[in-house]
């Protein structure tokens, strides 16, 4: 499936609220509409220079190199179509799971640190993690990671999901496509994987050469 759109969800019940999510769009978000967190914890400096200039384009929005306040980043959440997040593990230490299920809409997520669309068991409990929290609060679709990969990999991938978010069109293809990108194809590219339903990205404009 490494070449094929393709969703995933952690049951059946979530095939009708991810739906609904993407139908109360109009089944597509503005890929223009969005706001990004970038190098939160200041460590990844060669991802920041990758993506700093490109990110900082009008009418994006959003932080780099330092962490967001919990309050700002939840109403980014609920106002815009897309959030990006480009860092350590799922961001989860900057929104706790019980904000993101009080919003009453949620961003299509991309989470581009290690692990990050990994859900953890605890015991007999139902798993949990980022990307289920943000499905749960309404989120159309993820886009994540399910094991460790390199910054390197990370960013080979983001930069072509956000080529093809400049031309727009499927959500799924462009993950899809996204993963040639990878000099591990089979290894950190097929970590990514979008939950969630089929969605259309509407193209930001202005794709670089």
């Given at each position: 499936l490494?070449?094929?759109?393709?969703?995933?969800?952690?049951c059946?019940?979530?095939?009708?609220?991810c739906v609904?999510?993407?139908d109360?769009?109009?089944?597509?978000?503005?890929?223009?509409d969005?706001?990004?967190?970038?190098?939160?914890?200041g460590?990844?400096?060669?991802?920041?220079?990758?993506?700093?200039?490109?990110?900082?384009?009008?009418?994006?929005e959003?932080?780099?190199?330092?962490?967001?306040?919990?309050?700002?980043?939840?109403?980014?959440?609920?106002?815009?179509?897309?959030?990006?997040?480009?860092?350590h593990?799922?961001?989860?230490?900057?929104?706790?799971a019980?904000?993101?299920?009080?919003?009453?809409?949620?961003?299509?997520?991309?989470?581009?640190?290690?692990?990050?669309?990994?859900?953890?068991?605890?015991?007999g409990?139902?798993?949990?993690?980022?990307?289920?929290?943000?499905?749960?609060?309404?989120?159309?679709a993820?886009?994540?990671?399910?094991?460790?990969?390199?910054?390197g990999?990370?960013?080979?991938?983001?930069?072509?999901?956000?080529?093809?978010?400049?031309?727009?069109?499927?959500?799924?293809?462009?993950v899809?496509?996204?993963?040639?990108?990878?000099?591990?194809?089979?290894l950190?590219?097929?970590?990514a994987?979008?939950?969630?339903?089929?969605?259309?990205?509407?193209p930001?404009?202005?794709a670089?050469?």
């Open positions: 490494v070449e094929q759109p393709v969703a995933r969800l952690p059946a019940a979530y095939v009708d609220r609904a999510a993407a109360a769009r109009g089944g597509s978000v503005a890929s223009s969005a706001y990004y967190l970038l190098n939160p914890s460590d990844l400096q060669r991802t920041q220079a990758a993506f700093e200039e490109r990110f900082a384009r009008p009418p994006w959003g932080v780099v190199g330092e962490p967001p306040a919990e309050e700002a980043l939840r109403s980014a959440l609920e106002r815009k179509d897309l959030f990006v997040y480009c860092g593990g799922d961001g989860s230490r900057f929104i706790s019980d904000s993101l299920h009080r919003l009453p809409r949620c961003s299509v997520s991309v989470l581009m640190g290690c692990r990050s669309g990994a859900l953890k068991r605890v015991g409990l139902a798993p949990s993690g980022m990307a289920l929290s943000c499905l749960n609060a309404r989120s159309p993820v886009v994540a990671n399910l094991w460790d990969v390199t910054d990999e990370s960013d080979r991938f983001c930069r072509a999901l956000m080529d093809s978010f400049e031309r727009g069109g499927c959500l799924l293809t462009a899809a496509s996204a993963r040639r990108a990878c000099r591990l194809r089979y950190t590219g097929a970590a994987v979008c939950y969630g339903a089929p969605i259309t990205v509407e930001r404009g202005g670089e050469a």
